[in-house]
């Protein structure tokens, strides 16, 4: 009968629909919150305690073996097979023989039930016989050792009000079960020893029953096992003990009931034997939670063996992670029964149930003069009690109720450091600390404070802990919270934070992220009670109720009174109150199931309200992609009604003046804004501002040309609006916010009184509007009757051809070049028309096909397509002239066609619009709509193109009955979409549906002032003096450039060709670094093509890195502009430079910037800086002689490599020493002046480097220049080298053909990679060839140890067709007929290759014409013509 107590919290089981039992069964007050925090979810209210106590307890889950009691009845009947009072236990059988029994005939009689055992009796339910009409009608309950009368109780069928009873207790005939309950005290019941039930009263000719069972409260378990669950119980898991050792039942005349006994000699219980004799009692709990375990203990006195008791050893396994041993004594005189222990117990399972042994302990207390020892076992009772009386206000459940993991513990508890007593908490929300700290956390609210700890109303719990928030909290109370995105969101009646340092009117957001407290503009003006996230309205939406009649909006400085009737939403994404769900009434409680993450859009209201709305917005809402109807505007800046209470929008558009404008919502209709607009608005930042001065009449038409808005409606000139009058058109500038000012139009009696503008076109790419209404002239002089074209160039009204329309034009729509108009046009006798169509190509009117089977006026004109782009036809939608009901038509590029189309008479419709099947949910269309889905007249020819629905605008009145402001039409069928209602609940209708397009492209001139004109035409002139000069600076500068490109390819030639690791020198080979600028050459040629290719142009700086030059930042230019001349910041101009020298060896620091005092790109302090650096340089080439004697020393000795690797410390090649022309040599060896003029310069050298070297060779010897002194040990002259970078295997083969260490290498063939991204060579780690081991190759792999002419095998011969003379730096000649060993054909014109002279002969490497060699040696025929 209590099995479901709650105590003010309970579980519903939404998948099954029915309520769940707490096993804790609720709590002692009113919860007022629910919160989750990952598993476990936290109730919060003002209660102190669970409900879990005895009292709670469900009493029909312990049932009393009956079948082991004594059963007796009184004047049994004496019909065969009715007469034994056992029929009626463990019987499931019908109401007849065997299973039921009778009483005699009209005599009162008893069924007596006498216990062998201690129990007590909580429930006995009975069920009624109706055999032959007899049953039992009332009975009375008696304890059986002293016949006193029980008072029970049980529940009134008809009221199920609970009653109670003594003498007579009601008994109804019918098959169903009743029940009642002991409600004597404990101790009247504990001593009952039987149960006598008393027949009082019967029906028909006497009583009886058909089944009988008898409960007791506790979870009782008894050491004679057949004393425990009744045979026929229902129960899963059934109490039971077990015995082990010499236990022997006993009996005693003075004591009711059986029990065991164990006796021991004295000097036996220490043994093996006696201490393992056990009882096992495995008691049947049926709810997890805390009990009281107690031990029956039969008294000494009744076997006279009080000498000889002693202790007994008792353990306790009370769930899967606590077992408790105790000790009993049981020296009482009388019958006892004690608390043995206390604890949590988990519920009875298949895998786990709690057990409780007996053992003899040991003999301490034994009498001395005992010779024996004896101790008793009966029975076990555990007892419920109450789980935490200490949980003030927060209480913590897993949860999955249901989890195994209650084995271990309870599955609910109070916070590890709880609030203060007293606490009420009204709210709770999980969130995390901060954006830094993502540490889960409860947050609490309500009413407490804890001084010590500085809190008040509002707390947080996270590690543990109780903690406040900033500012100590809130000073007021709490009612309700909600966390979104990283900020609190609070309510309740509070007036700011605890500390006084910040005025919160009711509400309140707490940033976790800064951690400080804000404002929500200026609050509420009343209690809020409950916050929650309103999911409909997107994931930043907080709604917030409670009895408050305004909230305060716009700024903080001077916040705007908003009036509201209980309901307000906060739009945490705009920071601002925003429109909320209409409810015609006061709410009570809104929630959003922000739980369910497929039920987003879900939402529920309670309160007092008649009419209800998803969103309440006056005139216009936002349609997303994902069909959410969204606010868009913020609350309190919305469209008012105008003075009169008229409201309406009748047409909008997104009006931007170009493609590239950012669009801006203009609305038009009948309303006004806050800052003083009428009629016309555009929105900006969530707040509707006025446009211009408005317009003082109903807007029916917005449209724009460029910057010109077009607004068209009802004229108003009356004497009250002398002010400010609309005569139908008023054109605004957009960009001078002012109107621009046009002729009027003009109605029959030359006033603009009756004007009446119903659409304004625009014609693509023309300077034409044209507008369509109810007018005859304009600018009093103009005919144009009903339908007019402005030029907004000239601000001139012109006529069309002359039309046969005699009213008003209703809509227009541009299809091409021509002009489809609604109207009423009549032509003589002919039928009225109702649509006409005006080509521009011809300027006349024509007829359209099918247009005179139109039942009435147009009042609406659609564009259509066939599901990819716009076609010819259009949807025509107007009202028949016989009943004023809608009719929808097309017409599909020749004819108007009927589709099949069906709607309620008294619809209206104002718009139609073709939308993507694929944009519209699922929900909303139906599973019945097919993937097809077209509306067709014919097979061949869709109404409707595939994919889509239309969707039709108005105030609809769809065949099934509904009444909707938006549906869809597809397949013959609708779907409805929006209801609308308007503020006194009536149905409301939706206007018009826009969307956001590109703006019509219009011809627009702009007229200049007279002033601006002559400033213009003096910059003309100055800038054409400027040119003519700038020309001539140009030429002068492009032809010092070609002069110098030569000498600047050739000073870059000993960086590609040499390289050190880290800082450290190495020498140069005179033999091998002809071939290393040859291959730098190709590279050049190939890297400048393909950089001119792509396009780059890139004047910026490149940085190699710290470790180039006496760990100096290095930097180079890039491809220099316009000449096509490489620079040495590209790589692959860094490979062009080094082929360009003809073997002088030039300073790195001639192409090296070092001097910190030059910025940006600017290199050198004059134009002649750089090649002045060339010409000083050059003259270390004399230095470099002395390389030539330490290769013949080398070669002499047979180590050439161990010679270059111990003085560098890698492998380098160097030049060949240029002469001295003082007549001796690098050595000091005498030379004749013919040999050193002869060695490397001529005067008649079309290169202008060379025609400067050999003027300055007659000046007699160069003396030493920069890194080319010879500083080292060896005598010999360096030149300094960035280290090289990342090389691969292949690379490192390459550079060792060609001459090249890894530093060239990496210059010449890694050139992609270096010039895609700084950054990572930046990064990279530095590959340094001064960390390998003395005498290995800084280039790495085998080929860099072959001879250099061994290594040319590994490439293709090729064998010359014609002898090339090279007439540029980098360029390889050869004669007809030489071998040439090709090792780059990577460009399709030219190709790198090396030619070998002969062994006495330097290899030479450089750039040629592919189509000057073949693969065929050449015949001996071909050699005098080859020759």
Same mark, same amino acid.
């Given at each position: 009968?209590?099995?479901?107590?709650?105590?003010?919290?309970?579980?519903?089981?939404?998948?099954?629909?029915?309520?769940?039992?707490?096993?804790?069964?609720?709590?002692?007050?009113?919860?007022?919150?629910?919160?989750?925090?990952?598993?476990?979810?936290?109730?919060?209210?003002?209660?102190?305690?669970?409900?879990?106590?005895?009292?709670?307890?469900?009493?029909?889950?312990?049932?009393?073996?009956?079948?082991?009691?004594?059963?007796?009845?009184?004047?049994?009947?004496?019909?065969?097979?009715?007469?034994?009072?056992?029929?009626?236990?463990?019987?499931?059988?019908?109401?007849?023989?065997?299973?039921?029994?009778?009483?005699?005939?009209?005599?009162?009689?008893?069924?007596?039930?006498?216990?062998?055992?201690?129990?007590?009796?909580?429930?006995?339910?009975?069920?009624?016989?109706?055999?032959?009409?007899?049953?039992?009608?009332?009975?009375?309950?008696?304890?059986?050792?002293?016949?006193?009368?029980?008072?029970?109780?049980?529940?009134?069928?008809?009221?199920?009000?609970?009653?109670?009873?003594?003498?007579?207790?009601?008994?109804?005939?019918?098959?169903?079960?009743?029940?009642?309950?002991?409600?004597?005290?404990?101790?009247?019941?504990?001593?009952?020893?039987?149960?006598?039930?008393?027949?009082?009263?019967?029906?028909?000719?006497?009583?009886?029953?058909?089944?009988?069972?008898?409960?007791?409260?506790?979870?009782?378990?008894?050491?004679?096992?057949?004393?425990?669950?009744?045979?026929?119980?229902?129960?899963?898991?059934?109490?039971?003990?077990?015995?082990?050792?010499?236990?022997?039942?006993?009996?005693?005349?003075?004591?009711?009931?059986?029990?065991?006994?164990?006796?021991?000699?004295?000097?036996?219980?220490?043994?093996?034997?006696?201490?393992?004799?056990?009882?096992?009692?495995?008691?049947?709990?049926?709810?997890?939670?805390?009990?009281?375990?107690?031990?029956?203990?039969?008294?000494?006195?009744?076997?006279?063996?009080?000498?000889?008791?002693?202790?007994?050893?008792?353990?306790?396994?009370?769930?899967?992670?606590?077992?408790?041993?105790?000790?009993?004594?049981?020296?009482?005189?009388?019958?006892?029964?004690?608390?043995?222990?206390?604890?949590?117990?988990?519920?009875?399972?298949?895998?786990?149930?709690?057990?409780?042994?007996?053992?003899?302990?040991?003999?301490?207390?034994?009498?001395?003069?005992?010779?024996?020892?004896?101790?008793?076992?009966?029975?076990?009772?555990?007892?419920?009690?109450?789980?935490?009386?200490?949980?003030?206000?927060?209480?913590?459940?897993?949860?999955?109720?249901?989890?195994?993991?209650?084995?271990?513990?309870?599955?609910?508890?109070?916070?590890?450091?709880?609030?203060?007593?007293?606490?009420?908490?009204?709210?709770?929300?999980?969130?995390?600390?901060?954006?830094?700290?993502?540490?889960?956390?409860?947050?609490?609210?309500?009413?407490?404070?804890?001084?010590?700890?500085?809190?008040?109303?509002?707390?947080?719990?996270?590690?543990?802990?109780?903690?406040?928030?900033?500012?100590?909290?809130?000073?007021?109370?709490?009612?309700?919270?909600?966390?979104?995105?990283?900020?609190?969101?609070?309510?309740?009646?509070?007036?700011?934070?605890?500390?006084?340092?910040?005025?919160?009117?009711?509400?309140?957001?707490?940033?976790?992220?800064?951690?400080?407290?804000?404002?929500?503009?200026?609050?509420?003006?009343?209690?809020?009670?409950?916050?929650?996230?309103?999911?409909?309205?997107?994931?930043?939406?907080?709604?917030?109720?409670?009895?408050?009649?305004?909230?305060?909006?716009?700024?903080?400085?001077?916040?705007?009174?908003?009036?509201?009737?209980?309901?307000?939403?906060?739009?945490?994404?705009?920071?601002?109150?925003?429109?909320?769900?209409?409810?015609?009434?006061?709410?009570?409680?809104?929630?959003?199931?922000?739980?369910?993450?497929?039920?987003?859009?879900?939402?529920?209201?309670?309160?007092?309200?008649?009419?209800?709305?998803?969103?309440?917005?006056?005139?216009?809402?936002?349609?997303?992609?994902?069909?959410?109807?969204?606010?868009?505007?913020?609350?309190?800046?919305?469209?008012?009604?105008?003075?009169?209470?008229?409201?309406?929008?009748?047409?909008?558009?997104?009006?931007?003046?170009?493609?590239?404008?950012?669009?801006?919502?203009?609305?038009?209709?009948?309303?006004?804004?806050?800052?003083?607009?009428?009629?016309?608005?555009?929105?900006?930042?969530?707040?509707?501002?006025?446009?211009?001065?408005?317009?003082?009449?109903?807007?029916?038409?917005?449209?724009?040309?460029?910057?010109?808005?077009?607004?068209?409606?009802?004229?108003?000139?009356?004497?009250?609006?002398?002010?400010?009058?609309?005569?139908?058109?008023?054109?605004?500038?957009?960009?001078?916010?002012?109107?621009?000012?046009?002729?009027?139009?003009?109605?029959?009696?030359?006033?603009?009184?009756?004007?009446?503008?119903?659409?304004?076109?625009?014609?693509?790419?023309?300077?034409?509007?044209?507008?369509?209404?109810?007018?005859?002239?304009?600018?009093?002089?103009?005919?144009?009757?009903?339908?007019?074209?402005?030029?907004?160039?000239?601000?001139?009204?012109?006529?069309?051809?002359?039309?046969?329309?005699?009213?008003?034009?209703?809509?227009?729509?541009?299809?091409?070049?021509?002009?489809?108009?609604?109207?009423?046009?009549?032509?003589?006798?002919?039928?009225?028309?109702?649509?006409?169509?005006?080509?521009?190509?011809?300027?006349?009117?024509?007829?359209?096909?099918?247009?005179?089977?139109?039942?009435?006026?147009?009042?609406?004109?659609?564009?259509?397509?066939?599901?990819?782009?716009?076609?010819?036809?259009?949807?025509?939608?107007?009202?028949?002239?016989?009943?004023?009901?809608?009719?929808?038509?097309?017409?599909?590029?020749?004819?108007?066609?009927?589709?099949?189309?069906?709607?309620?008479?008294?619809?209206?419709?104002?718009?139609?619009?073709?939308?993507?099947?694929?944009?519209?949910?699922?929900?909303?269309?139906?599973?019945?709509?097919?993937?097809?889905?077209?509306?067709?007249?014919?097979?061949?020819?869709?109404?409707?193109?595939?994919?889509?629905?239309?969707?039709?605008?108005?105030?609809?009145?769809?065949?099934?009955?509904?009444?909707?402001?938006?549906?869809?039409?597809?397949?013959?069928?609708?779907?409805?979409?929006?209801?609308?209602?308007?503020?006194?609940?009536?149905?409301?209708?939706?206007?018009?549906?826009?969307?956001?397009?590109?703006?019509?492209?219009?011809?627009?001139?702009?007229?200049?002032?007279?002033?601006?004109?002559?400033?213009?035409?003096?910059?003309?002139?100055?800038?054409?003096?400027?040119?003519?000069?700038?020309?001539?600076?140009?030429? %002068?500068?492009?032809?010092?450039?070609? *002069? =110098?490109? &030569?000498? /600047?390819?050739?000073?870059?030639?000993?960086? $590609? +060709?040499? !390289?050190?690791?880290?800082?450290?020198?190495?020498?140069?080979?005179?033999?091998?670094?002809?071939?290393?600028?040859?291959?730098?050459?190709?590279?050049?040629?190939?890297?400048?093509?393909?950089?001119?290719?792509?396009?780059?142009?890139?004047?910026?700086?490149?940085?190699?890195?710290?470790?180039?030059?006496?760990?100096?930042?290095?930097?180079?230019?890039?491809?220099?502009?316009?000449?096509?001349?490489?620079?040495?910041?590209?790589?692959?101009?860094?490979?062009?430079?080094?082929?360009?020298?003809?073997?002088?060896?030039?300073?790195?620091?001639?192409?090296?910037?070092?001097?910190?005092?030059?910025?940006?790109?600017?290199?050198?302090?004059?134009?002649?800086?750089?090649?002045?650096? %060339?010409?000083?340089?050059?003259?270390? *080439? =004399?230095? &470099?002689? /002395?390389?030539?004697?330490?290769?013949?020393? $080398? +070669?002499? !000795?047979?180590?050439?490599?161990?010679?270059?690797?111990?003085?560098?410390?890698?492998?380098?090649?160097?030049?060949?020493?240029?002469?001295?022309?003082?007549?001796?040599?690098?050595?000091?060896?005498?030379?004749?002046?013919?040999?050193?003029?002869?060695?490397?310069?001529?005067?008649?050298?079309?290169?202008?480097?060379?025609?400067?070297?050999?003027?300055?060779?007659?000046?007699?010897?160069?003396?030493?220049?920069?890194?080319?002194?010879?500083?080292?040990?060896?005598?010999?002259?360096?030149?300094?080298?960035?280290?090289?970078?990342?090389?691969?295997?292949?690379?490192?083969?390459?550079?060792?053909?060609?001459?090249?260490?890894?530093?060239?290498?990496?210059?010449?063939?890694?050139?992609?990679?270096?010039?895609?991204?700084?950054?990572?060579?930046?990064?990279?780690?530095?590959?340094?060839?001064?960390?390998?081991?003395?005498?290995?190759?800084?280039?790495?792999?085998?080929?860099?140890?072959?001879?250099?002419?061994?290594?040319?095998?590994?490439?293709?011969?090729?064998?010359?067709?014609?002898?090339?003379?090279?007439?540029?730096?980098?360029?390889?000649?050869?004669?007809?007929?030489?071998?040439?060993?090709?090792?780059?054909?990577?460009?399709?014109?030219?190709?790198?290759?090396?030619?070998?002279?002969?062994?006495?002969?330097?290899?030479?490497?450089?750039?040629?014409?592919?189509?000057?060699?073949?693969?065929?040696?050449?015949?001996?025929?071909?050699?005098?013509?080859?020759?």
């Amino acid at each position: 009968m209590r099995a479901m107590s709650t105590g003010s919290l309970a579980i519903y089981e939404a998948s099954n629909s029915t309520w769940r039992a707490l096993s804790f069964h609720g709590l002692d007050g009113p919860v007022f919150d629910f919160t989750k925090v990952k598993d476990h979810v936290y109730a919060v209210g003002e209660f102190t305690a669970t409900s879990d106590n005895a009292t709670h307890t469900a009493l029909n889950q312990q049932p009393i073996n009956l079948s082991a009691c004594t059963i007796t009845g009184g004047n049994n009947a004496e019909t065969d097979g009715f007469s034994d009072p056992h029929n009626i236990i463990c019987t499931s059988g019908s109401d007849s023989a065997g299973n039921t029994w009778l009483m005699r005939d009209k005599l009162p009689g008893y069924y007596r039930i006498d216990f062998p055992f201690r129990a007590t009796p909580s429930l006995l339910r009975l069920m009624n016989t109706m055999y032959e009409g007899r049953g039992t009608k009332s009975i009375r309950i008696e304890a059986a050792q002293n016949n006193q009368v029980l008072t029970m109780s049980y529940l009134d069928p008809t009221s199920r009000v609970e009653m109670f009873c003594s003498q007579t207790c009601p008994l109804p005939q019918d098959y169903n079960w009743h029940e009642f309950r002991f409600v004597d005290n404990a101790e009247t019941l504990a001593n009952i020893t039987g149960v006598i039930v008393n027949i009082v009263d019967w029906y028909g000719m006497g009583g009886g029953f058909n089944k009988i069972e008898l409960y007791q409260r506790d979870a009782q378990v008894y050491a004679i096992d057949a004393y425990n669950s009744s045979p026929c119980s229902s129960q899963g898991i059934r109490p039971s003990s077990q015995v082990s050792g010499n236990w022997q039942q006993t009996t005693a005349a003075s004591y009711h009931g059986s029990y065991l006994t164990l006796g021991v000699n004295r000097n036996d219980i220490s043994s093996a034997t006696a201490q393992s004799a056990t009882v096992t009692l495995v008691p049947f709990v049926p709810e997890s939670g805390f009990y009281k375990l107690y031990m029956s203990i039969p008294g000494c006195q009744n076997t006279n063996t009080c000498l000889q008791r002693t202790s007994a050893k008792v353990t306790w396994l009370m769930n899967g992670k606590h077992s408790v041993v105790t000790t009993v004594t049981q020296h009482n005189l009388q019958d006892d029964e004690v608390e043995v222990l206390s604890g949590y117990v988990p519920a009875s399972t298949m895998n786990f149930s709690s057990a409780i042994y007996v053992q003899l302990a040991d003999a301490n207390d034994l009498n001395a003069q005992a010779a024996s020892a004896e101790v008793v076992v009966n029975s076990f009772r555990l007892e419920r009690i109450t789980s935490y009386t200490d949980l003030n206000g927060v209480l913590e459940l897993y949860e999955d109720l249901t989890s195994n993991i209650q084995q271990d513990g309870p599955l609910y508890a109070p916070l590890d450091s709880g609030l203060p007593d007293g606490s009420a908490v009204y709210a709770a929300t999980h969130g995390v600390f901060n954006s830094t700290n993502p540490e889960d956390t409860l947050f609490l609210g309500g009413q407490f404070f804890d001084s010590d700890q500085n809190y008040y109303s509002i707390a947080q719990y996270r590690g543990g802990e109780i903690k406040p928030l900033s500012n100590s909290g809130l000073w007021g109370d709490v009612r309700s919270m909600a966390y979104i995105d990283t900020s609190l969101y609070v309510g309740g009646s509070f007036n700011g934070t605890a500390d006084f340092s910040l005025a919160l009117s009711n509400v309140g957001e707490f940033n976790t992220t800064d951690q400080t407290w804000y404002p929500l503009v200026g609050g509420a003006s009343g209690v809020v009670n409950s916050v929650v996230p309103y999911s409909p309205f997107g994931e930043r939406a907080v709604a917030f109720i409670g009895d408050f009649r305004s909230v305060f909006a716009g700024d903080a400085d001077a916040p705007v009174e908003i009036a509201v009737d209980g309901l307000a939403m906060w739009d945490a994404l705009a920071g601002g109150w925003t429109n909320t769900p209409f409810l015609q009434g006061t709410p009570s409680l809104v929630y959003s199931d922000v739980w369910t993450d497929g039920r987003d859009s879900l939402a529920f209201a309670a309160g007092q309200f008649s009419a209800a709305a998803a969103l309440e917005a006056n005139g216009a809402v936002l349609l997303t992609p994902k069909q959410n109807i969204q606010a868009i505007d913020m609350m309190g800046f919305d469209l008012q009604p105008t003075e009169a209470g008229q409201f309406v929008v009748n047409s909008g558009m997104w009006y931007a003046k170009s493609n590239g404008s950012t669009p801006v919502l203009v609305v038009g209709g009948q309303f006004r804004t806050l800052d003083g607009g009428a009629n016309v608005a555009r929105l900006e930042d969530g707040k509707w501002r006025k446009l211009g001065d408005g317009v003082n009449g109903e807007v029916l038409t917005i449209n724009n040309a460029a910057n010109l808005l077009f607004v068209g409606g009802v004229a108003n000139i009356s004497a009250d609006a002398s002010d400010n009058e609309f005569a139908g058109l008023t054109v605004l500038d957009m960009d001078k916010e002012r109107v621009y000012e046009t002729q009027r139009l003009q109605g029959p009696d030359g006033t603009s009184a009756d004007v009446r503008v119903n659409k304004v076109a625009i014609r693509a790419d023309t300077s034409m509007v044209v507008v369509g209404g109810n007018f005859t002239a304009a600018g009093g002089m103009l005919s144009c009757p009903y339908i007019c074209t402005l030029d907004i160039n000239e601000g001139q009204w012109s006529p069309m051809a002359t039309s046969s329309l005699i009213d008003q034009v209703t809509d227009l729509l541009f299809v091409g070049e021509r002009l489809i108009v609604g109207g009423t046009f009549k032509n003589g006798t002919q039928p009225t028309r109702y649509l006409r169509q005006y080509d521009f190509g011809t300027n006349a009117w024509s007829d359209i096909d099918g247009a005179d089977k139109l039942p009435g006026p147009v009042t609406v004109l659609t564009v259509a397509s066939d599901g990819e782009e716009t076609t010819d036809g259009y949807y025509i939608v107007g009202v028949s002239m016989d009943d004023a009901s809608p009719y929808f038509l097309k017409y599909d590029g020749s004819t108007v066609i009927s589709p099949q189309f069906t709607i309620g008479a008294h619809s209206t419709i104002n718009g139609v619009l073709e939308v993507p099947r694929s944009r519209i949910p699922s929900s909303v269309l139906g599973s019945s709509s097919s993937s097809s889905g077209s509306l067709t007249r014919r097979a061949d020819a869709p109404v409707i193109p595939p994919g889509y629905v239309l969707a039709i605008s108005g105030d609809l009145y769809l065949p099934n009955g509904q009444r909707a402001s938006s549906a869809f039409f597809y397949d013959n069928q609708w779907a409805p979409f929006m209801s609308t209602v308007q503020n006194d609940g009536s149905s409301g209708f939706i206007s018009s549906v826009f969307f956001e397009i590109p703006p019509t492209n219009v011809y627009q001139r702009h007229r200049l002032s007279v002033a601006l004109v002559v400033i213009i035409a003096i910059a003309i002139a100055l800038g054409i003096t400027f040119l003519i000069v700038l020309v001539g600076l140009v030429y %002068i500068y492009l032809r010092n450039r070609r *002069e =110098a490109a &030569a000498t /600047a390819s050739a000073a870059s030639a000993a960086l $590609a +060709a040499t !390289t050190a690791g880290g800082t450290t020198k190495t020498p140069l080979n005179a033999t091998m670094l002809g071939a290393g600028a040859a291959a730098g050459a190709a590279g050049a040629a190939a890297g400048a093509r393909n950089l001119q290719s792509n396009g780059y142009h890139n004047a910026a700086r490149d940085t190699w890195g710290t470790d180039a030059v006496a760990g100096e930042p290095v930097s180079f230019d890039n491809i220099a502009p316009n000449t096509g001349r490489l620079n040495s910041g590209s790589p692959m101009g860094l490979a062009g430079l080094a082929a360009a020298g003809r073997k002088a060896a030039v300073s790195s620091d001639t192409y090296v910037q070092h001097d910190a005092g030059k910025k940006g790109d600017i290199k050198y302090d004059d134009a002649n800086e750089s090649l002045d650096s %060339i010409f000083e340089s050059a003259a270390a *080439e =004399a230095e &470099a002689e /002395a390389e030539n004697e330490a290769r013949e020393r $080398a +070669a002499s !000795t047979g180590s050439l490599g161990s010679e270059l690797a111990a003085a560098g410390g890698a492998a380098a090649y160097a030049m060949p020493a240029p002469r001295h022309y003082d007549g001796q040599d690098a050595t000091g060896r005498s030379v004749s002046p013919d040999q050193s003029r002869t060695s490397m310069y001529r005067y008649d050298s079309t290169n202008p480097f060379e025609q400067r070297m050999a003027m300055r060779e007659s000046q007699g010897a160069f003396p030493p220049a920069g890194p080319f002194s010879g500083g080292g040990d060896d005598g010999l002259g360096h030149v300094p080298m960035p280290s090289p970078r990342h090389m691969h295997s292949e690379q490192a083969t390459a550079a060792a053909l060609a001459g090249a260490t890894g530093a060239s290498l990496a210059m010449a063939k890694d050139v992609r990679r270096r010039s895609e991204s700084a950054s990572t060579r930046n990064t990279d780690a530095d590959y340094s060839s001064s960390s390998r081991p003395s005498g290995e190759s800084s280039v790495g792999g085998s080929s860099a140890h072959l001879p250099i002419r061994d290594s040319l095998k590994q490439h293709p011969v090729f064998y010359a067709k014609f002898t090339f003379s090279s007439r540029e730096t980098g360029e390889l000649g050869f004669r007809a007929g030489e071998r040439v060993f090709v090792i780059d054909q990577s460009d399709e014109i030219w190709w790198m290759g090396v030619v070998d002279h002969g062994p006495d002969q330097p290899l030479e490497q450089g750039v040629f014409p592919a189509t000057y060699v073949s693969s065929e040696p050449p015949k001996s025929t071909d050699w005098a013509e080859l020759m």
